[in-house]
């Protein structure tokens, strides 16, 4: 099987350039190599600390960022709201072992636009990674039809949803509805609870009937 380096010119597409942050070795190499094998995305950067990170990250300005939450000094959770306050347009994914409530809604208030629990189903695992960065297929996009009539969600709280498919940023959703960040935030927290998913990926996929 030809690899991403292998394919002729006219065959490749330029690789999101993603940085990964997570204490343990082992995980940081594994993500890599996912990475290196799935032909939409290339590792630019990985590190063991939130220091570290912060440091090291801002001058490659990456697309995408994968950060653990709970390592030894910063957290990843404080490391990607620093993160986002220095690039704001970077994709902030989340790879963690811990999902309960709280951590979740830690996360939620940095911006992150998607969670992935630990350990890694590597299909989903891409198939998230591909749509947080608008890298996902055709097919992704149109399998099932809208079933907007399953969950009733409300104007404010649709307009949300409809910003999070389009790939806007927290803030332009927020000028979009007149309304702060906060305020956005707190509006994808109650869909994200009626609609019983843990980040903006799955809210998507759900709201337009595929999953």
């Avoid at 597409?13 to 082992?26: F, M, N, P, S, T």
């Avoid at 939620?108 to 890298?135: H, S």
């Avoid at 000028?175 to 903006?200: A, E, G, M």
Wanted: hydrophobic share 45%; aromatic share 6%; proline share 5%.
């Amino acid at each position: 099987m030809a690899t991403p380096r292998d394919r002729p010119p006219s065959q490749r597409r330029e690789l999101i350039r993603v940085c990964v942050v997570d204490d343990e070795a082992e995980i940081r190499a594994c993500i890599q190599e996912t990475l290196e094998l799935s032909g939409d995305f290339i590792c630019v950067g990985s590190y063991c600390s939130g220091e570290e990170a912060l440091k090291e990250i801002p001058p490659l300005v990456p697309e995408l960022v994968l950060l653990d939450i709970r390592m030894p000094g910063m957290s990843g959770v404080e490391c990607a709201r620093r993160l986002k306050q220095l690039l704001p347009a970077l994709v902030v994914v989340f790879v963690s072992a811990y999902a309960d409530p709280q951590t979740m809604l830690e996360t939620l208030q940095t911006g992150a636009d998607a969670f992935v629990v630990k350990p890694l189903v590597i299909p989903q695992f891409l198939t998230t990674l591909r749509f947080v960065t608008g890298r996902h297929s055709a097919r992704e996009m149109n399998a099932g039809s809208i079933q907007r009539d399953r969950v009733k969600l409300n104007n404010r709280e649709a307009a949300v949803m409809e910003g999070l498919a389009a790939g806007l940023l927290y803030k332009e959703i927020a000028d979009r509805l007149r309304v702060t960040v906060c305020v956005v935030h707190k509006l994808q927290h109650k869909v994200f609870l009626k609609l019983h998913v843990t980040n903006r990926t799955e809210a998507v996929q759900r709201w337009f009937g595929r999953v």
